[in-house]
């Protein structure tokens, strides 16, 4: 090989199984029991009060043994993780169910890693897009990000009963989409970077067509399904944004990476002025890279409607009104101090962020 010669690797890591429909948490246990006959189950409280009858049925029909049963998991934190795969190895589980949203499935993630145990996902809500992923966030005890763990291996099983997760309050499934609205943009911009930087990884196609295979999808349903779901009814565009945010995004960002819409979401968290949920950062924050990337009118006009339509924040005002200083100090974290930056194709400045801001805040795209 020339010396001169450039190795490009293209990888995909991906979870064994993803079993999505109603009443599939029922072939939890048929499924797990692949991988042993003890299970250790880590939740949120909600979470298994809503499941819990649920899944300790599917593994006891399928003759495996709950050895171990945490239902209070509030915070990802290393403290948490800690304990509980101390614990986790006293019972010999072969396995490890997380239960719940975000936080309770990224700590049993990172509990199973710590057992060197496969870890199973099931999740109730549609807020994160963490089940499938091989990621866990971890939080400080004061509840401020800490880390990312990349973790050796996703969720060898994952499953989404729509039925529980349709059954959620709605707004957990807008979040989700705002966060799932990012991977498009910022999978787009992290394979130009690497493409021109080429000094790593590049994603492989299969990837970036995830990512915009889950735009597309919340394009066309999200707007529906939100309807839907404040009607009580679950419909098809119900499944279809549930696939868009927990498989399709989940695997896009996870085998490209975030960039400016997540760099600019920490940027305005650390100001301490931004009230707001994740997703709902994270989308004001793409339509901000969208101007930044001088998408086309049209395209950028057609994301910031559809937010509205589906009730994502499109203007600084809905997080409180954050000051200029407080801006500047977003626009410079989110410029080059965030990892995330690196993932941009050119070096930002923060006043072209700032511009990009006053674009978004005055409508003049
Ligand atoms: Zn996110």
Redesign the pocket.
Known sequence: MDKFERITIRKMVTPSLYLQGKGAIYYLGQKAFTFGDKAYVVGGSTALEVAGDRIKKSLDSNGIEVVGWRDSVKDCTHATINRLAEEGKHTKAHFVVGVGGGRAIDTAKAVAWKMNAPAISVGTQCATNADASAESVVYTEDHRYLETLVLPRNPVVVIEDTEIIARAPVKFLIWGMG?ALSTKFESEAFAKARDKKKDAEVPPTAALALADSCYRSLMEHGQKAVTDLKNGIHSHEVDEVIEAVKLSSAMAFENTGCALA?ALHNGLTRTGQVRGE?GEI?AYATIVQAVFENRPRDDVRHLVSWCDRVGLPTRLKYFGEPSKSALRMAAEHAADKDANSKNMPDKMRPSEILEAIDKVERGAF
């Open positions: 966060d997540h994740h994270v």
